[in-house]
């Protein structure tokens, strides 16, 4: 009378207990994980994707503040410009390497920033003078910069339009 009644795969109390999973409980397990993995897999593309998109975003503001920083210090009299520059720089090398103002050394970027979505530093320059949906530069005078990279943004806009 003082025995429990317990509920176990065991056929008789000498026999030994078998402990584990039956075949449909591991397939259903499997296919409870193939599911959630193949919602996260496009998941995880999107974030991504956002966050290069967020890197380009920064590098072209970088870029495009130092170009606007230049013309500002230029346009100021800061330093002798090329004529007929109309105070922008020549290249993206100079904001880097410098211009000489007042016999020091003023830098406008620290490095050219890496494209996100080319992986190079290879960005697309238009000039004052360049048509503004022409894809190719005079190579005079920086007035923008945009990415070569001929992908489409999660929000649908071209990458290189940005």
């Not at 000498?14 to 397990?29: N, R």
């Not at 593309?45 to 590098?59: G, N």
Request: aromatic content about 8%; overall charge positive.
């Amino acid at each position: 009378m003082g025995q429990k009644l317990t509920f176990s795969r065991c056929k008789a109390a000498k026999d030994k207990c078998a402990h584990g999973f039956t075949l449909i409980e591991l397939i259903v397990a499997v296919t409870i994980l193939l599911i959630l993995s193949g919602m996260a897999i496009p998941m995880a593309r999107v974030t991504i994707k956002r966050e290069r998109e967020r890197e380009l975003r920064h590098a072209l503001w970088e870029m495009r503040d130092a170009i606007d920083r230049y013309k500002d210090t230029a346009d100021r009299g800061g330093f002798q410009t090329k004529v007929g520059s109309n105070g922008y720089p020549p290249d993206l090398d100079t904001l880097v390497n410098g211009v000489d103002v007042g016999g020091k050394k003023v830098r406008f970027l620290r490095r050219i920033p890496i494209d996100p979505m080319t992986s190079g530093t290879d960005w697309g320059l238009r000039g004052v003078q360049d048509d503004p949906n022409s894809d190719s530069w005079n190579g005079e005078n920086v007035f923008d910069v945009y990415t070569k990279s001929q992908g489409t943004a999660l929000d649908g806009t071209k990458y290189k339009d940005w």
